[in-house]
């Protein structure tokens, strides 16, 4: 049921002219929930994030918060946190307070002055002659300072030193349990590892991973198969849908699996190789896999 | 609250099965004493900068399990009954499962044999347990 | 959730007054320079300056419609923080009629100042009972204000619905005012079509409808820059407004349609 979900998005595309910015995404987000959303630049992340909260139209489906599609009212609840700067360079620190003071019935000036002390910002300095960084703070300020239900936040701890990127985990944290609803997109997945409920993984403007990260944790394994001799030949396991990609070298050859890892070791066994094992996969290895990237190497002629 | 709880995001295994070992571990070597209060979800989930919906669901479990109990606006607690030798010694099999469990698939995994895996096994037995230790 | 919007008028109406507090500084020292005392002291040649209200306003109102063209790509200029005004708790539209309500008031108060300091000089001569109020000093007011107010809902009108940076704007349509005026009056005399086109130009020609082309003639002595039928005064007071109020509702709903 659509009210269910504090975050509901259902076969959103957008196109811009020809270019198919993001495909039939459908993506739902729990109430006082964490969601992670990862995905290489361009991948669609933000441009979902405009047209969730109303800065861009949807080409088709539907973008709901808390069961009904972004209106003025909606965000007395709901922050925003835009992947650029959107502060005004010329006015001071204090000026853009005042200013969220003036906007939201709920805003808590003691809980922003708070976090301006956290992020030790000089409230009379203008925005001007901050760093990235800094920039950035303000905007998170700026977001937690009138306590909103939800919590859109596009990539929050850029420029960040890893001091406040550990803090700004801690206020997404604390905002999920008092009941907030987060939906965020980072770079850092370290940060989406530790702290989301859900991940979702956006590839070209398509959803290619999407599930809680236990679940993938649980189910995206490496497969590794040591030969006594070269690797034979096993037919169309690599067209095999539960695999995302293989690797061979020498006598070992891993199969990069989406799940059923069980059913791909069976499988792989019935080659006699000396040894099968399944291997964990952290969520950054997770990613690269299904990105779908060799990391690039550096230098030299490779391997 | 003493920090004795730590996890680690980058492996495979699951931050609430993690969770759940550690604490288990903890009443069974008794670092966590019976009718002790647990940390609250908030608190824990900021302390170890993770999903307070993880922490949830670990306690979800050790309660269902036996090894904690919740009573809504006080807090949860190391059950004080129960928490005898048989409860704590079964948590104790469950981690030493666990480790000794890891410990053999690492040695299949670097392709020994079950032989040699077994006598590597003793050999260690008897460094750890000399002669005549028999529970320490 | 203006509150930006208010400190850029702040700082913008500051610094307008500072440049007519200097006009008016340089004004008095001039006025009360020895040459020009000489033509004041004599009694017989005071006794005979008039000062109508309607050139006072005229002076005026020049404050106001430069004042006007600087502030009026208001919504265009704020696209670039459109992230953090259009997330909050106000529809857009009750937002874009607030800062042209706001840019308004601003409006009106450089052109008191204006006044108030062309009233201040003359008050400096003595001559302040010779100031008088004539048929033509509520056209003056009104067509001025109005051509401040058009210039003002065009400009908006044009960039509001645009990402682009529209300050370019504002400094061609300077020179396209001024273009236009003297093209239909140098056409004055039967040159066809050339005259007519200018003349149609010129309806969306503020200065068209305010210059000292357009205020020496009233009542019979239509403008002779616009077209006949809207160059007596009435009319021309009717235009200005009324072209004022499209450009901004044509400002409201572009930005309304705008995408990040």
Known sequence: ??????????????????????????????????????????????????????????????????????????????????????????????????????????????????????????????????????????????????????????????????????????????????????????????QVERAADRVAILKNGKLIVDGTVDTLKGSEKIVEAIFDQTVPEVDGLAADPRVRRIERSGRILRAYVKEDSDGIARRLNEFSPKNVSILDLNLEDIFITAVGGEIPTVGGDGA | MPAIFTVDPRTGVPLYLQLIEQVKRAVALGSLAPGEQLPTVKALALNLTINPNTVARAYRDLERDGVIETSPGRGSFVRADGSSTGESRRAMDDVANTVLGDAVRETKTLGLSRARAAEIFFEQLDRWFPAGDDHK | MTYPQILRLRKTLTIYGSIIGGLFLIALMIAHSPHAASDLSDASKRKLIAIPLSALLFSAAWGAIIYATAISRSLNREYDGVEMVWTKPIARERLALSYILLDFAAIVVAFIAAAALCVLLIASLGLLTHISVDNRTVPTLVIGLGAAFMWYGLMQGLTAGQRFRGGVITGVSWAAAFVFISLAEATQGGIEPLHTIFTILNVVNPLAYFSSYSLSGYGAHPSPVLPQAIAGTEMRMLMTWSLGLIGCAAAIAGWKRLEA
């Not at chain 1, 925005?127 to 960084?133: E, F, I, R, T």
């Not at chain 1, 937690?144 to 596009?154: A, E, H, K, Q, T």
């Open chain 1, 1 to 190: 049921m659509n009210s269910t979900y504090a975050i509901a998005i259902r076969d959103f595309s957008k196109r811009y002219g020809s270019f198919e910015a993001v495909s039939n995404l459908t993506l739902e987000v729990e109430p006082g929930s964490i969601c992670g959303l990862l995905g290489p630049n361009g991948s669609g992340k933000t441009t979902t994030f405009k047209c969730l909260i109303g800065l861009a139209r949807a080409t088709a489906g539907t973008m709901e918060v808390e069961g009904a599609p972004v209106q003025p009212q909606t965000f007395e609840t709901l922050a925003y946190l835009p992947e650029r700067s959107a502060l005004y360079e010329w006015m001071t620190v204090a000026d853009h307070l005042e200013f969220n003071r003036r906007s939201y019935r709920s805003y808590d000036p003691k809980r922003a002055e708070e976090l301006v002390d956290l992020f030790r910002l000089e409230r009379k300095k203008k925005v001007g002659k901050l760093s990235k960084g800094q920039h950035t703070a303000v905007a998170l300020v700026l977001a937690f300072s009138f306590r909103p239900r939800i919590l859109v936040l596009d990539e929050p701890a850029s420029g960040l030193d890893p001091v406040f990127q550990r803090v700004v985990l801690d206020l997404i944290i604390e905002a999920a349990s008092t009941g907030s609803t987060v939906l965020f997109s980072s770079h850092q997945i370290g």
